[in-house]
């Protein structure tokens, strides 16, 4: 995106300083067009300052593209939802929508929320150049959803262990999979691994007999 100002000076070197100085760039980087050349006047009469336009290349934040497309999509979705920017340290932006109504932005079990959120990282980082990660978030669905799953996970584990039988849940993303995983890593006697291919891939939660106790002579005696 190509930007301009526009910007005074006694002469056009002085004007074209100011604009460099006010830019925070440096003469390679813009490009220079004279629109009014100073005069001096006589004696300081009829004298008038320099007038130049000065011509840069504008890269926006990855931050605001993701808040300019999610606006755009919104209202072509038909709702009434604002994107705000909760955090943005360069390489991980968080962005959580509000609105009336934002049901519609979550979707069944998060799909829509999911869906945007793939669709905004792709868009945004289509370029393939300073790739950042996008998460979105709306009425604090994800907290909810990851209490939710290892509430999920805990009350599974116990079952598997009680009746000794490994249970497959329901088709998972791989987001909701690794909080399963990351739940249950030090569960006692408890594993877990991934089948199926997307989106229907699914967690089985496995039981692990304990190892058997090995008796010596003197223990039996």
Not at 30 to 56: D, N, Q
Not at 61 to 80: C, I, V
Not at 210 to 215: A, D, G, I, S, W
Request: aromatic content about 6%; overall charge neutral; glycine content about 6%.
């Amino acid at each position: 995106m190509i930007k301009s100002i526009e910007i005074t000076g006694k002469t056009e070197e002085e004007a074209i300083a100011a604009a460099l100085k006010q830019l925070d760039m440096t003469r390679e980087e813009v490009s220079v067009e004279i629109l009014e050349r100073s005069k001096s006047g006589i004696f300081g009469i009829g004298a008038s300052p320099a007038l130049i336009r000065v011509s840069y290349e504008y890269i926006e934040p990855k931050s605001e593209q993701a808040k300019t497309f999610l606006t755009g999509l919104f209202e072509k979705m038909g709702l009434d939802a604002t994107p705000n920017i909760v955090k943005d340290d360069g390489d991980r932006i968080e962005i959580v929508i509000e609105g009336k109504n934002i049901g519609g932005v979550i979707g069944h079990r998060g799909e829509t929320l999911d869906a945007i959120q793939l669709l905004t990282n792709y868009t945004i980082n289509k370029s393939g150049s300073d790739r950042v990660r996008i998460n979105i978030d709306a009425e604090n669905y994800r907290a909810k959803r990851a209490a939710a799953l290892e509430k999920l996970a805990d009350k599974i584990a116990a079952k598997v262990i009680k009746y000794r039988r490994n249970v497959t849940l329901e088709p998972m993303n791989a987001y909701e999979r690794h909080i399963i995983h990351a739940a249950l890593q030090d569960r006692e006697n408890i594993s877990t691994y991934s089948i199926g291919d997307e989106p229907n891939r699914r967690i089985v939660v496995a039981y692990n007999a304990p190892p058997r106790k090995e008796y010596t002579t003197r223990e039996w005696a």
